[in-house]
């Protein structure tokens, strides 16, 4: 990897490198045939697919149109085999629940009654407006989503901003890019099983060998610390709805998840490697400004605070949790752990926060990233 390529370039062909490498070496997954068709039919498919190729292939007209003929036999001879084998699948299926209901076994009745019935999905039910007039079409439908999520996740600033006075210049952070061990550290704590993001870079991918992995991501880590800005695509997210209880039709009662790029996931779980060294002093000095912050509630924190792994911030943490109880019990913001922004906070008003101790302008990068990654939250997709 150049030194002399920007960080989106490095970050591009790193993700190409990757999704090229595991489509050659894994390859697509493979789409499985249903369990009751038949070894005969698959031959048939099979021949169906040879005749296909053969219209393709020749090149005079007569050719075709005698390739075309066979090839529509050969298709009529495929639908037929499949209905023969759906009918006595069904017959062996409907056989099997008889018996299970003479013998009393309920479960093998209702499996088989299950296998029957096939799958069953719930029509997407028409949500409502503010007003609680239903939405029928499915333009307005997306239209309304986005409308509640950017009401929901993004908050009006305050009338009277908050005036925190500047910290010490002397405070004691490493400003230092990441090192080779903290990414490392990072990449293995990556959760494994999770969706991929919409880039198709899955952990599994990044954790196959992680030495090559750190080695792969230095560079780009060391720019984004350096130059303050992440890929583009670290930025964006998949946002999915997800039903709780309640009245289906009002968006209030869905929670959102969102889709995350797996490398982005990665510089997030850095930051929660490097956050003690700088926290640790940037909160010493907002306890001590205490009396100025009567809007805002911190809640979790202590129990953010405890969860560090880091004896910095361990050496701190009584002192902290006695003082951080005295804010109140509302729940607010997750400050120290970095990882999200509840909605009943203005996001402007955390970022003006660190603004004003003049933490990422003069100390970390780290904030300007917190800035551009959660407050461009996109709702490209709302399923």
């Given at each position: 990897m150049k030194e002399e390529t920007t960080m989106e370039d490095n970050w591009k062909g790193i993700k190409e490198a990757l999704t090229s490498t595991c489509q050659e070496v894994l390859g697509l997954k493979k789409h499985h045939h249903k369990e009751w068709i038949s070894i005969e039919t698959l031959d048939k498919i099979k021949e169906r697919k040879n005749k296909k190729a053969a219209i393709n292939n020749n090149r005079t007209r007569a050719e075709k149109v005698q390739a075309q003929a066979e090839y529509t036999e050969a298709n009529k001879q495929v639908k037929r085999s499949i209905r023969a084998d759906k009918k006595k699948y069904v017959q062996e299926l409907a056989t099997t629940a008889e018996k299970a209901a003479r013998e009393g076994n309920m479960k093998q009745l209702h499996d088989t009654t299950k296998k029957l019935s096939g799958k069953y999905s719930k029509p997407e039910r028409p949500v409502k407006d503010k007003e609680g007039k239903p939405i029928t079409e499915i333009h307005q439908q997306r239209n309304r989503w986005v409308e509640y999520f950017e009401e929901l996740l993004n908050r009006l600033a305050p009338m009277n901003p908050l005036e925190i006075e500047a910290a010490h210049t002397d405070l004691p952070i490493d400003v230092n890019p990441p090192t080779t061990d903290e990414i490392r550290m990072a990449v293995r704590q990556i959760k494994s099983g999770k969706a991929a993001g919409f880039n198709n870079i899955t952990a599994e991918a990044l954790k196959s060998d992680i030495e090559a992995t750190t080695s792969i991501l230095h560079l780009p880590f060391k720019k984004i610390w350096e130059e303050e800005q992440v890929p583009m695509d670290w930025k964006e997210r998949h946002l999915v709805k997800i039903p709780k209880k309640g009245d289906a039709s009002k968006c209030e009662n869905y929670r959102g998840i969102t889709?995350?790029?797996?490398?982005?996931?990665?510089?997030?779980?850095?930051?929660?490697?490097?956050?003690?060294?700088?926290?640790?002093?940037?909160?010493?000095?907002?306890?001590?400004?205490?009396?100025?912050?009567?809007?805002?509630?911190?809640?979790?924190?202590?129990?953010?605070?405890?969860?560090?792994?880091?004896?910095?911030?361990?050496?701190?943490?009584?002192?902290?949790?006695?003082?951080?109880?005295?804010?109140?019990?509302?729940?607010?913001?997750?400050?120290?752990?970095?990882?999200?922004?509840?909605?009943?906070?203005?996001?402007i008003v955390a970022v003006r926060l660190l603004h004003d101790i003049h933490w990422a302008l003069s100390y970390n990068p780290g904030v300007i990233l917190f800035d551009s990654i959660y407050y461009n939250l996109t709702l490209n997709h709302v399923q």
């Open positions: 889709l995350l790029s797996i490398p982005g996931k990665a510089n997030r779980i850095f930051w929660k490697f490097s956050e003690p060294k700088v926290y640790v002093s940037v909160l010493r000095h907002i306890i001590n400004q205490i009396n100025k912050l009567s809007c805002v509630h911190f809640a979790q924190l202590a129990r953010a605070l405890s969860k560090l792994k880091c004896s910095q911030a361990s050496k701190f943490n009584q002192e902290l949790r006695t003082d951080i109880h005295l804010l109140g019990s509302s729940i607010a913001i997750r400050f120290l752990s970095g990882k999200e922004i509840l909605c009943s906070l203005d996001l």
